[in-house]
């Protein structure tokens, strides 16, 4: 099974990207490739742009990366309340190729956050909006207070209840 995964986030320290490798690497058997968002920047999306220069080629190998996937796990990074203008542009650009970004491929979809709320204003707009772009979303979670949860030098998660949801929610993917 061929799993892609990434942070919707361009921060080089991105705890949303440490929790979706930690999430990929409990699949068994996964070939597992992690992308980096700072690999798919572009200009600000604009009308303008398309019709002057096309779709970058970033957003074109976004969007064959989506198709080759057997499974998706993306975590969310929430920049105050929404998306990250990194992703958000990411995937403009990419639903000018084909609205249907994510092509019926099974998705976990998670968000983390260093606080309480786990950045579940994120999750929850992108879980709601999936279907609008042929996200299969088997599930979602959010991981409340990252670094109360997670043991960074293990890199895993500590709690429990939460390691006990993001295993059964990866059995969905199968």
């Known amino acids: 099974m061929k799993v892609l995964v990434f942070a919707a986030s361009n921060s080089r320290q991105s705890i949303n990207q440490q ?4 999430a990929a690497s409990l ?14 920047e572009m200009p600000i999306y604009s009308i303008e742009r398309e019709t002057e ?33 990194a992703y958000k542009n990411l995937f403009d650009w990419t639903s000018r190729i084909d609205m249907k970004v994510y092509q019926n491929t099974p998705m976990l979809m998670m968000a983390t956050s260093p606080g309480p709320g786990g950045a579940q204003s994120v999750l929850g707009s992108a879980v709601a909006s999936a279907p609008y772009f042929a996200a299969d979303v088997k599930a979602s979670l959010s991981v ?31």
Do not use: C, M, W
Not at 28 to 38: F, K, Q, T, Y
Not at 144 to 173: C, H, R, V, W
């Open 144 to 174: 409340p207070s990252f670094f109360d949860n997670f043991d960074l030098e293990a890199g895993e998660l500590t709690n429990p209840d939460i390691k006990q949801a993001l295993e059964a929610a990866l059995t969905l993917l199968h």
């Open 27 to 40: 699949i068994p058997n996964a070939e597992v490739e992690v992308l980096d968002l700072n690999e798919y």
């Open 19 to 22: 929790l979706a490798s930690y």
């Open 53 to 85: 220069g096309g779709i970058p080629d970033e957003a074109q190998r976004f969007y064959a990366k989506i198709g080759a996937a057997d499974a998706i796990i993306v975590s969310f990074a929430e920049h105050n309340g929404s998306y990250s203008a």
